[in-house]
């Protein structure tokens, strides 16, 4: 968004910082979510006797997870869990969802962690993965607090990629699906001054580490809600959906199949740093993405052309976009030997989800899709 603000974009630049906005809310810039303790119990600061349960490991790897209660990192701590390995939870502890795996915390801000280097020895660990580092500071946190020796992996953004600063400026940047070896972006902190991937990438990658690039996340427990513009719709009994041109190409990945990219890693034989698209293998444009997701839900929402220019603020990522954000997973494929698996079975599964888990507050004023159906 400070592209678009710093190239003074033409008279429909108001419309065009809402299409931004809505993409880069996909690509992860989000507030934090609505997920409070709830009075689960938990071991906050660890001591040495409390992990004493957590060095049954078994077969599986001990694994420092950095974050992992909101989404996606929930998601890979259930699944290390489910596949024998001992994960040690580190985070704040404002967020201490009652269903999450049971598994030990450690209770800490990110910049804090330092001292905290010998408590994370303590626990042994194989592998860590860093869900949240968010930036460069972020990552030198946990650098500085991780034991040696052990294997890194952290997670980034697709919006690493030039396409991602030329889609915001609406340039043509980069032919499609981006590699691993496309070229990076060349202006930095382009959502905001605390955000920066790039920046955890040539800490993590300096490290050693492993760094998994994830397209747009959907599934269980996503606090962007990326599913609400279609399902408030059907919630709110509507019959017709406006709907813009609908050609955005912007790899997606479930939620699922990033925890599932985390395992690999974990466990690859693989042993060079490098970074891995983590991507779905085939992408719907948005348009169809909004189909899909009707079909999903089972419910009877007809999407009617309008023009891009009077789409409702909440539907305007299905407007004409001209740099497209399709990536390549093909490396992770190689390499890892990770795989996506069945994007309607992962659609289902998550629309499924949504529905049943319907924000409190949910917008039900549809006037502004009225306004877009008169035009016709
Ligand atoms: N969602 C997407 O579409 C998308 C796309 C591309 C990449 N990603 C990447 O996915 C990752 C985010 O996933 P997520 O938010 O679902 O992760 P998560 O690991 O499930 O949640 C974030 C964790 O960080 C902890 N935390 C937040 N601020 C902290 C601080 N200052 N100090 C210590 N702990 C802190 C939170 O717990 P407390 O609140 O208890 O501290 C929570 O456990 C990011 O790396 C993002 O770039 C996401």
């Not at 981006?178 to 905001?192: D, F, K």
């Not at 189909?291 to 999903?296: E, F, H, L």
């Not at 599964?349 to 949910?362: E, G, L, M, T």
Request: net charge neutral; proline share 5%; charged share 25%.
């Amino acid at each position: 968004m400070e592209i678009a603000e710093r190239r003074r974009l033409p008279s429909d630049r108001a419309m065009w910082q809402d299409v931004t906005r809505a993409l880069s809310e996909a690509l992860g810039r989000h507030e934090v979510p609505c997920v409070r303790g709830r009075g689960r119990a938990f071991v906050a600061p660890i001591s040495g006797d409390c992990l004493g349960g957590a060095h049954a490991g078994g077969d599986g790897v001990r694994v420092i997870v950095l974050g992992g209660t909101w989404f996606v990192g929930r998601a890979i701590v259930a699944a290390l869990r489910a596949a024998g390995h001992t994960p040690l939870v580190v985070h704040r502890g404002r967020a201490e969802p009652a269903d999450l795996a049971d598994v030990e915390h450690l209770h800490a801000e990110r910049q804090s962690w330092p001292a905290h280097r010998d408590t994370l020895a303590a626990f042994e660990p194989g592998a860590a993965i860093d869900v949240s580092a968010e930036n460069g500071a972020g990552a030198r946190a946990a650098l500085d607090a991780l034991p040696s020796g052990i294997r890194l992996i952290a997670l980034s953004s697709v919006d690493v990629y030039r396409a991602y600063e030329g889609m915001l400026a609406r340039q043509l940047t980069d032919a499609v699906p981006l590699t691993e070896a496309s070229a990076l972006r060349t202006v930095r902190h382009v959502e905001g001054p605390h955000w920066e991937n790039l920046e955890l990438e040539e800490r993590y990658l300096a490290a050693g580490a492993m760094v998994l690039r994830l397209g747009a996340v959907y599934g269980e427990h996503d606090y962007q809600r990326r599913f609400e513009p279609v399902l408030r719709r059907i919630r709110g009994g509507r019959t017709v959906l406006p709907v813009g041109a609908g050609n955005f190409l912007f790899s997606r990945v479930y939620v699922g199949d990033v925890a599932r990219a985390v395992l690999a890693a974990v466990t690859s034989d693989h042993r060079r740093h490098g970074c891995f698209n983590i991507v779905e293998t085939q992408t719907a444009p948005m348009g169809l993405f909004y189909a899909q997701i009707i079909a999903a839900a089972g419910a009877d929402l007809e999407l009617v052309r309008v023009s891009d220019e009077v789409l409702p603020a909440d539907l305007r990522a299905s407007a004409a976009v001209g740099q497209h954000l399709l990536a390549s997973g093909q490396k992770a494929r190689d390499v890892l030997g990770w795989r996506d698996s069945d994007p309607q079975e992962a659609l289902r599964r998550s629309v499924q989800w949504h529905r049943a888990n319907p924000p409190k507050d949910w917008d039900a004023d549809f006037s502004g899709d009225d306004v877009a159906l008169r035009t016709l």
